[in-house]
């Protein structure tokens, strides 16, 4: 029962890194401070995403759900839980790497508006 429960713990863990590195700039415009970790997480994020690679939070749940007496699962986190409300059916590996892009569009849009707002304030002040 516990590895399970860890298992479980990694699963939202997961999730909550995923949500973290597309929309954490997002929460650097309130605590600039997350720049330093968001920088990172979203960087990693998109070189899984566009490389084709396997987050290692994946293997780790899926061997903490065989330790529970579960069934494992193939593929990645993605594939498994999120294929169908993150990519649609017909996804080309052209349209993965876009979205990985889009991923690093966004943040980047993110930062080079607080960027320039940092930057007016300090030839404002």
Do not use: K
Request: with cysteine.
């Amino acid at each position: 029962m516990l590895w399970g429960i860890f298992a479980e713990v990694v699963l939202v863990l997961h999730g909550a890194f995923i949500l973290f590195a597309v929309f954490g700039g997002l929460l650097a415009l309130r605590w600039r401070w997350l720049v330093l970790l968001h920088v990172p997480c979203a960087v990693w994020a998109a070189l899984v995403v566009t490389a084709g690679w396997i987050c290692p939070l994946t293997p780790l749940e899926q061997w903490l759900r065989l330790r529970a007496g579960d069934e494992g699962y193939t593929g990645s986190f993605i594939e498994h839980y999120l294929i169908l409300l993150i990519y649609p059916p017909g996804l080309t590996r052209t349209l993965q790497v876009l979205l990985g892009l889009g991923v690093v569009a966004i943040n980047f849009g993110i930062y080079g508006w607080l960027w320039r707002r940092h930057v007016s304030r300090r030839h404002g002040s």
